[in-house]
């Protein structure tokens, strides 16, 4: 991955004036001007597989629990989270790479991710640095580990469910993420090497070059959102959820094969 970000801050100082112009567009957020937020967002949306937007959407949609489970590709990306759901102990995660192929050209050769989960009676991550240990812990435990403002969000986002029904669905978000995310990782770098995404490259060199994130925070914090701005945020998350859903449980687009179509 480091050679990734090493990908990125090459290319902002190759693209100055595209990075100055999203700047710009990034102070606009203390002045109640989402647009480059949404874009981001959209952006973000679309790297995230099937397993992970299935949860989201039963978060942002309380009703679509029955059109969900009419879908065999969804049934099979919710029996996955299902299982992770009661796993007890450590949940030891581990991704490797493995190229078949010319590795001397790139054309030829086909990158496979393997996929290890399995479980563990103790954290080992002090011994084993090529794995992720991720305690079990129960969905209101998880809950109250939360930051108060990402639980802020999720009850904005989550109208329509109980308190434990929020605290289930967030861990269960969680847990499709933590699988899914060699899926992610592998489109990312593909993004970031090929460098044509523009809001893809400015995005990244914000967040880990320019102090991005205390930066937007501050000017979120400035901002005064009233109940119709926060209906609109809400709507437009839901909206971008279930298209994405429906476009990728159709196409399979969580497939390595389809990502570049």
């Known amino acids: 991955m480091r050679e990734a970000m090493d990908r990125v801050y090459s290319w902002k100082q190759e693209h100055p004036e595209e990075y100055s112009r999203f700047s710009v567009e990034m102070m606009k957020v203390e002045r109640n001007d989402f647009s480059c937020l949404e874009r981001i967002f959209k952006m973000a949306a679309g790297f995230v597989p099937t ?39 450590y ?29 563990s009676d103790k954290d080992m991550s002090e011994e084993d640095d090529e794995h992720i240990y991720v305690p079990y812990v129960t969905a209101q435990e998880f809950w109250e580990s939360l930051p108060s403002f990402i639980q802020m969000a999720i ?14 669905l967030s861990k269960r978000i969680m847990l499709s993420a933590i699988q899914a995310l060699p899926e992610i990782f592998i489109k990312l770098r593909d993004q970031i090497h090929d460098g044509s995404n ?25 901002v005064s ?12 998350a839901k909206a971008v959820v279930e298209k994405l859903v429906e476009t990728s449980v159709t196409n399979a687009l969580d497939k390595k094969a389809e990502w570049t179509k």
Not at 63 to 77: G, Q, Y
Not at 216 to 221: G, K, Q
Request: aromatic content about 8%; overall charge negative.
């Open 155 to 168: 009850f904005t986002f989550g109208k329509g469910h109980s308190a434990d029904e929020l605290a289930t």
């Open 91 to 119: 949940l030891r995660f581990g991704v490797y790479a493995e190229t078949v192929g010319d590795k001397d050209a790139p054309d030829q050769a086909e990158q496979f991710l393997i996929r290890e989960f399995s479980l």
């Open 225 to 236: 959102l009233g109940a119709k701005q926060i209906s609109y945020i809400r709507e437009s």
């Open 198 to 222: 523009s809001l893809l490259m400015c995005t990244l060199y914000y967040i880990c070059y320019d102090h991005g994130l205390p930066r937007s925070a501050m000017a979120l914090s400035k």
């Open 51 to 89: 397993s992970v937007l299935v949860e989201c959407r039963k978060l942002l949609a309380p009703d679509s629990e029955e059109v969900l489970s009419a879908d065999e590709r969804a049934v099979a990306a919710s029996r996955v989270v299902d299982e992770l759901m009661g796993l007890k102990g």
